[in-house]
């Protein structure tokens, strides 16, 4: 009788089964299920081989979209910078006053003629302590008011919540933009409101408004606004972060200063941000170059021949040829060159000797996201945005393909696992047969030799012989 047992799984979940009959072909068995696996299996080899290449296509698309998604980041960068003509705010006392750039298009300069008050937000505590946050009674009704602004916020206290605690967690219920908390020092308690935003205000809380109308809170920090001259124009605003009067630009203010220090606030071109951003754009177009060299010419990789690889090689072929119309027509102009191998290099000191006009004419040259050498962003775009460029758009049919692979490769798998379990019971019943057989042979050659031997006194030849 033959059994089985199996050894750990091969590739592609091939249990192999291994033959241990009794009949003198149990080897020869052994070779024939073994043979009819691997000749079976070379179909499934064929479609694991398929899917390892379509992951390494996949993992490669990924490295290459990081790659393009940041050169596409750099040219839309410069496209910005020369939309903006890179402005940047200088101030000529930073520690009273400052101005960023948010947008602004054009140089300009400002002065705030003097800082007159800052914006605070404003604070008022109890007049009184408390011996016990939790029992001491605030109201005398049981009925307050809190007033922000002008706008009223009845609160209601019933005996049990007519205490700091009780009065704390109603102030904080009402959404009045103002926060309430409890001070304790040494054996008295005292409530705390503080406005969360800047600007002067009206912060009052009313006893009895009713009857008494008693306020009950200090009356001493009502909040300001911040007040300033700006180019001799007066302002007042509630915050000292002031981004609603200079078109495209965000001024902080920092410390009060009086008439006789103005402060100059000054938007201008900001030669060191085209600098950096040049730099950014070797970087990034040299990773680029890396990456596709990767994949063509002498070190073909899996990308070969994909036309991911074309489109970007001719959207760097615009970037390496793009020409301008002013003075600055190309990126050699702006101290950048190329190599024999295709590697970007920039030379900084092309960029410091630019004169003014000079500087512009780049700015233009650089266009914006959409104009100029930056509108070349959205041909790269196409290529690395993750939602629809061609990059995603390829690894979503990669993973298709890699989902169809594995469904034939389990299917194939089981097929081949079904085949090797029947051609290894039809083996072992043959096996079977033939080890029955030959225990018959046996019996029966034994019988002739012993009936010649009671016959003749003697085997036989031919007996002899068919026990051979």
Known sequence: MSTSSTTPASSGGITPLTFT????????????????????????????????????????????????????????????????????????????????????????????????????????????????????????????????????????????????????????????????????????????????????????????????????????????????????????????????????????????TPITAPVTLTLASDPSQLSSGLQTLVSAYNAAVSAINAQAGVSTGVLSGDSTIYQMEGDMQQMSTYQGSGSIKSLADLGITFANDGVMSLDPTVLSGLSNSQLASAFQFLGSETTGFGGISQALDQVSDPSIGSIANEQVTLQENDAGLQTQITNTTASINAMQETLFQQLAHADTLISTLDSQQSLLTASIQSLDYTLYGTQTSSGSSSSG
């Open 21 to 256: 009959g009794t009949s003198q072909y149990s080897s020869s068995f052994q070779g024939v299920l073994t043979r009819a696996v691997g000749i079976a299996s070379i179909p499934l080899q064929e479609l694991q081989s398929q899917d390892q290449t379509v992951l390494s296509e996949e993992t490669q698309l990924a490295s290459l979209q990081g790659t393009a998604q940041s050169l596409t980041t750099a040219v839309q960068a410069l496209g910005d910078l020369g939309a903006n003509s890179a402005i940047a705010g200088s101030s000529s006392n930073s520690a009273i006053a400052t101005i960023a750039s948010t947008g602004a298009t054009s140089a300009a300069s400002y002065t705030i003629n003097s800082i007159t008050s800052l914006a605070s937000a404003a604070s008022e505590t109890s007049l009184t302590g408390y011996a016990d946050s939790q029992s001491t009674p605030v109201s005398s009704t049981g009925i307050m008011n809190l007033v922000v602004g002008t706008t009223n916020y009845p609160i209601n206290l019933t005996t049990a919540t007519n205490n700091l605690v009780g009065v704390e967690a109603a102030i904080n219920a009402t959404n009045s933009g103002v926060t309430a908390t409890i001070l304790t020092t040494g054996s008295s308690n005292y409530l705390s409101i503080s406005a969360d935003n800047t600007g002067a205000t009206h912060l009052h809380l009313l006893d009895d408004p009713t009857g008494a109308n008693t306020n009950v809170l200090t009356d001493a920090n009502q909040g300001t606004d911040a007040v300033f001259t700006l180019n001799n124009l007066p302002v007042t605003q509630t915050g000292n972060t002031v981004n609603d009067v200079i078109p495209g630009a965000t001024l902080t203010l920092v410390a009060t």
